[in-house]
């Protein structure tokens, strides 16, 4: 039990970072982008919102097994499948999580509006600085909520890991399968103990996360 | 993992109700009545099975829930309304029964699950499983042993073949015994224990039955639960699953019966 903690938090921590290189782009060209692939593309991110987590697991289960598409390049790096391995954790949680990331991202983006892009291009800013230095600050609202959703939702991930992760310790038994454990034998306690500290926890960072953001609103207001 | 419902629901509540109707004018007449029954996930094929043999022959409707064994017994001693429980192990119904809620002498072994290595590979799994010996593998799926007998039962094997400590760090964990399956069936682990009941539905890679002798009997014992205590039906299923007929049934889904 005790090394599932810093597991679930090393999961969640590094699954958010890795959505933000990903997630944010992503959100732009969805914010941007013109034409009826821009739906298609929102609405398969949009999946795993509606699609059960254990469906979910189940297609990761057979995409990073050794049948799967990706098993020549797991040959090639020695592995015999993701499954049961944090890495393919990672993998699953990006997948479960993108949703959450991209679309309070891409709102952000959308309330921006085109204006001050424009504007930034017009004064001869290269379109990297315009998006790092003006975009970016606009949208930051957006990012650090889909940050904080991502980051609370990888730390609860129950079914995606149930199907993928094996329950081995240290490796990919995070905390809502401990807990899980802990039901099944009838160790309530444990589990109680376990989910209410789960919750405090989220409640806090969801907390600190906000108050700083309302105190940054303040600050440039 | 948790199949859905046999979709011949209605027509079974029809027949059931021609059966009203049939039998309706006579002076003691034979009512039919809808029971719930609470299934290990490992016993789904043979319960359907059951279900729909007893149905047809009484009139009277099953209603099947799948679940693991310990959700089940969580789900009960939080008011969950099943007639009748088939569980996956020995000891759940006697602790239903020592919290009062099963009905006292109502408990006794309707299946002995019996333990199976399986791989998805043809050839992987030898007769004599020494393929537990050489280790060319890196994962072994077996049940959570914490709470699925089957992967308790795999763990003593494992133990009694003395190579617990070589395999242990290849170890991967299904939720239960289906989850293990799927583990084995998907690729991703290239072997693991499983029940043999579950091997003889797909017929497909390669197997070996794990000698008795191994680990301590998976004795699978069924209960009346005290929401089924005035049900008539709850009581005729559990006596039909002691005839014969049903013990045939549950024998030819790969287990064993008690004498």
């Known amino acids: 039990m005790p090394a599932a903690i810093p597991l ?6 590094l699954s958010t970072a890795l959505l933000l290189l990903l997630g944010v782009p992503l959100a732009w060209g969805l914010a941007r982008g013109r034409g009826w692939w821009v739906e298609a593309l929102g609405a398969v991110i949009a999946l795993p919102l509606v699609l059960p987590p254990t469906v979910l697991g189940f297609y990761l289960l057979i995409l990073l097994g050794p049948h799967g598409p990706l098993a020549p390049l797991l040959a090639l790096a ?3 499948t993701l499954a049961f391995s944090f890495t393919g954790l990672v993998i699953g949680s990006v997948v479960c999580s993108l949703p959450f990331m991209v679309q309070p991202v891409r709102s952000a983006f959308a309330a921006i509006g085109s204006a001050p892009w424009e504007a930034a291009l017009t004064l001869r800013a290269a379109p990297w600085d315009a998006f790092v230095f003006v975009i970016l600050p606009l949208a930051r609202g957006g990012i650090v909520t889909g940050a904080i959703l991502s980051f609370a939702h990888t730390l609860g991930e129950f079914g995606m890991v149930l199907m993928l992760g094996g329950d081995i310790p ?8 401990v807990i899980f454990n802990d039901v099944e034998t009838l160790r309530w306690p444990e589990a109680g103990a376990l989910a209410a500290g789960m919750a405090v926890f989220s409640f806090g960072v969801i907390l600190v996360t906000l108050r700083a953001e309302a105190r940054m609103a303040r600050l440039r207001a | 993992m948790t199949l859905p419902r046999p979709p011949s629901r209605r027509q079974l ?10 039998f309706g004018l006579r002076p003691a007449p034979a009512r039919a009545e809808e029971t719930s029954v609470a299934v290990a996930a490992d016993f789904t094929v043979p319960a359907k099975r059951l279900a729909a043999a007893f149905e047809q022959k009484t009139g009277d409707t099953l209603v099947l829930s799948f679940a693991a064994s310990g959700q089940i017994l969580a789900q009960i001693t939080q008011g969950a309304p099943y007639a009748v429980f088939l569980s996956a192990d020995a000891a759940r119904p006697r602790k239903l029964a020592a919290m009062g809620l ?3 002498g109502s408990v006794f072994t309707y299946a002995v699950g019996r333990l199976a290595l399986w791989s998805a590979q043809p050839g992987f799994v030898d007769a004599q499983g020494q393929v537990l010996q050489t280790g060319h593998f ?17 763990v003593q094997a494992l133990k009694a073949l003395g190579v617990y400590a070589a395999v242990a760090p290849k170890l991967v964990t299904g939720e239960n015994i289906a989850q293990a399956y799927q583990f084995i069936a998907s690729g991703n682990a290239e072997l693991g224990f499983v029940a043999l009941s579950e091997v003889l539905q797909d017929k497909s890679g390669s197997a070996w039955v794990v000698p008795q002798s191994l680990y301590q009997p998976i004795m699978q014992d069924a209960a009346l639960l005290k929401a089924g205590e005035d049900d008539p039906a709850a009581r005729a299923f559990l006596a039909y699953l002691q005839t014969p007929e049903a013990r045939a049934i549950i024998r030819g889904y790969g287990y064993g019966t008690t004498p």
Do not use: D, R, W
């Open chain 1, 170 to 177: 240290g490796k990919t038994e995070v905390l809502s399968i």
């Open chain 2, 138 to 154: 890196t994962h072994l799926a077996i049940a959570n042993p914490q709470s699925a007998p089957y992967g308790a039962a795999a």
């Open chain 1, 78 to 80: 020695g592995l015999h």
């Open chain 2, 102 to 104: 099963a009905v006292p």
């Open chain 1, 8 to 13: 679930t938090l090393e999961l969640a921590g």
């Open chain 2, 13 to 22: 509540a029809m027949l059931a109700a021609l059966g009203i109707v049939a």
